[in-house]
């Protein structure tokens, strides 16, 4: 999992794959093809497989928070079937390039692995509505320096977005945040608010 962004390692494997076969231009396209191919050099994920995970990282109904950008058919909910990788271009998305950039530590760190959660990929922890995240972020930032005025302690505050203790700190903040509560449809991947379609 990378420690100034939360997304885990297939993730930030495919990313990279990504910028390199771009070759780090940031509006330049290319044909899945090339990219599964780059995905299973670098990391050995088959192209089958790869290609599912590239297009799940591009899908809005999917992650909140999309690190890919695909041109052409990556399906839709009514019609899960995608268009083959020959026929499809990818390139990191405006949020992947924040992504690698907060990994090269260009960027401060960003919770975009807190955001996404790991449900889409058989993980535990559930997609978070991102404007609620950041409310809970500034709210655990605003206490820290009022905690450290009154301590006189140093006034800067350092989160990692991968460490289980950030995350229950996120936890506490985001049940408590003011904005509509986001959740996921029972037995759908698409994101309902308030419990409806």
Same mark, same amino acid.
């Given at each position: 999992?990378?420690? /100034?962004?939360? =997304?885990?390692? $297939? &993730?930030?494997?495919?990313? &990279?794959? %990504?910028?390199?076969?771009?070759?780090? /231009?940031? #509006?330049?396209? @290319?044909?899945?093809?090339?990219? @599964?191919? *780059? !995905?299973?050099?670098?990391?050995?994920?088959?192209?089958?497989?790869?290609?599912?995970?590239?297009?799940d990282l591009a899908r809005p109904w999917i992650v909140p928070v999309p690190t890919v950008s695909v041109v052409g058919n990556k399906g839709d909910?009514?019609?899960?079937? *995608?268009?083959?990788? &020959?026929? $499809?271009? =990818?390139?990191?998305?405006?949020?992947?390039?924040?992504?690698?950039?907060?990994?090269?530590?260009?960027?401060?760190?960003?919770?975009?692995?807190? !955001?996404?959660? $790991?449900?889409? #990929?058989?993980?535990?922890?559930?997609?978070?509505?991102?404007?609620? @995240?950041?409310?809970? %972020?500034?709210?655990?930032?605003?206490?820290?320096?009022?905690?450290?005025?009154?301590?006189?302690?140093?006034?800067?505050?350092?989160?990692?977005?991968?460490?289980?203790?950030?995350?229950?700190? !996120? *936890?506490?903040?985001?049940?408590?945040?003011? %904005?509509?509560?986001?959740?996921?449809?029972?037995?759908?991947?698409? /994101? $309902? /608010? =308030?419990?409806?379609?």
């Amino acid at each position: 999992m990378g420690d /100034r962004t939360g =997304c885990g390692l $297939t &993730e930030l494997a495919i990313l &990279e794959a %990504l910028s390199a076969a771009t070759g780090g /231009r940031p #509006r330049a396209h @290319v044909v899945c093809t090339k990219a @599964v191919a *780059a !995905i299973e050099e670098r990391i050995g994920l088959g192209p089958r497989y790869g290609y599912e995970v590239l297009l799940d990282l591009a899908r809005p109904w999917i992650v909140p928070v999309p690190t890919v950008s695909v041109v052409g058919n990556k399906g839709d909910r009514d019609f899960p079937e *995608a268009s083959g990788p &020959e026929y $499809t271009e =990818c390139r990191p998305s405006h949020a992947g390039q924040i992504v690698l950039d907060a990994e090269a530590r260009r960027l401060a760190p960003v919770p975009v692995g807190v !955001i996404n959660g $790991t449900t889409y #990929r058989g993980g535990m922890q559930p997609p978070l509505e991102p404007l609620r @995240v950041l409310a809970a %972020l500034r709210g655990l930032l605003e206490a820290a320096a009022r905690s450290s005025a009154t301590a006189r302690a140093p006034s800067a505050v350092s989160f990692t977005a991968g460490r289980p203790s950030f995350r229950s700190a !996120i *936890a506490a903040r985001y049940a408590s945040s003011p %904005l509509p509560l986001y959740a996921m449809h029972p037995g759908s991947a698409a /994101r $309902t /608010r =308030c419990g409806t379609r």
